[in-house]
């Protein structure tokens, strides 16, 4: 049974940063594409940035210059640094393997809360 334990959510200032975790109980973890998803209240779940197993990254325009996603396959974990954070990244934050339209890993971790208020 994989699980995705995402962490490092909180409440932030616009202008703000966060840095969240995702720690991944997969085998092979370093031949998967592993991406960043947020969903916001009333939202369908969108992927904002993703990166392969060489290290090339992807990011949704909205977040793109602000959001930088990373990873260490030896602790078989997934990072997003997020800087110049506005209040319209508010949102739970997830992390799965996208793969087409769909996710590799059926089950979802509990996701992160990311709050950015004045």
């Known amino acids: 049974q994989v699980q995705l334990v995402e962490s490092g959510g909180g409440l932030v200032q616009p202008g703000g940063s966060l840095r969240l975790s995702c720690a991944a109980s997969?085998?092979?973890?370093?031949?998967?594409?592993m991406g960043w998803y947020r969903q916001a209240p009333g939202n369908e779940r969108e992927l904002v940035a993703t990166?392969?197993?060489?290290?090339?990254?992807n990011y949704a325009d909205s977040v793109k210059g602000r959001f930088t996603i990373s990873r260490d396959n030896a602790k078989k974990t997934v990072y997003l640094q997020m800087n110049s954070l506005k209040p319209e990244d508010t949102a739970v934050y997830y992390c799965?393997?996208?793969?087409?339209?769909?996710?590799?890993?059926?089950?979802w971790g509990q996701g992160t809360q990311v709050t950015v208020s004045s």
């Open positions: 799965n393997a996208p793969t087409g339209t769909t996710v590799r890993f059926a089950s």
């Open positions: 997969v085998g092979y973890f370093a031949i998967y594409t």
């Open positions: 990166i392969n197993s060489d290290g090339n990254t």
